[in-house]
Structure formats: structure tokens, C-alpha cells
Nanobody, 122 residues
Framework: QVQLVESGGGLVQPGGSLGLSCAAS????????IGWFRQAPGKEREGVSC????????WYADSVEGRFTISRDNAKNTVYLQMNSLKPVDTAVYYC???????????????WGQGTQVTVSS
């Protein structure tokens, strides 16, 4: 069974940090670029970051550039998103997705995770 499972979400104070993980089962992440998306209440889902299949290239939305870091370990079939200097506007459900491409140039999604809630609040 193909699955992507996110973990690591939770409640954090402004300025704090969280690390998200996206673990795959039933297929190899090594053949896919992986994107992180988020959806805040009442807003559309937006792309946050992406990493190519070999980690040779990454992309970040302007809103998270310099604060978030995406990485992957293909041997562990897992992608990570380290989030620092979190702000209340970062509050959302965060999803990972395997993209139908080796690169972040094509954002067509092959598989979605179920999402993990991140809440930034004092």
C-alpha cells in the first residue's frame, strides 16, 4: 500500500522551531521530487518548499525563505522540513506530496500525505 505519513506537527510559540518528517511506504521516494504544502483555515493550499529527487536542488516560497530548510534521506525513504523562527501566519495543516517528476519544475502530485497540524501561538 502506497502511503506518505507526516509527523512532527504540534503547538509552538512564535519564534520557536518544529521539524516535520514525511515517511514513505509502499514505494521509493528516490524517484520523486517531494513538495511540502500547507493550508491555513479559509485559504487555498500553497506550496512551501520542494526538493529534487537527488536533493540537488531546492525551492522555497518567499514567505519561508531563510527560515525553513528541506532535506531528504533516500536511504530512510524520508523527507524533512525544519521550520525555524515560526510565526503565527505559519499556522496551517502541512502536507507532503510526491511529485510526478525528478525535479521541482513540475508540481503534478502523484501521492499526498494526510497532513499534520502546525499551530504557532503564544
Amino acid at each position: 500500500q502506497v502511503q506518505l505519513v507526516e509527523s512532527g506537527g504540534g503547538l509552538v510559540q512564535p519564534g520557536g522551531s518544529l521539524g516535520l518528517s514525511c515517511a514513505a511506504s509502499g514505494f521509493s521516494l528516490a524517484y520523486y521530487a517531494i513538495g511540502w504544502f500547507r493550508q491555513a483555515p479559509g485559504k487555498e493550499r500553497e506550496g512551501v518548499s520542494c526538493i529534487s529527487s537527488t536533493a540537488g536542488s531546492t525551492w522555497y516560497a518567499d514567505s519561508v525563505e531563510g527560515r525553513f530548510t528541506i532535506s531528504r534521506d533516500n536511504a530512510k525513504n524520508t523527507v524533512y522540513l525544519q521550520m525555524n523562527s515560526l510565526k503565527p501566519v505559519d499556522t496551517a495543516v502541512y502536507y507532503c506530496a510526491a511529485l510526478n517528476s525528478y525535479y521541482c519544475s513540475d508540481w503534478e502530485v502523484a501521492y499526498w500525505g494526510q497532513g499534520t497540524q502546525v499551530t504557532v501561538s503564544s
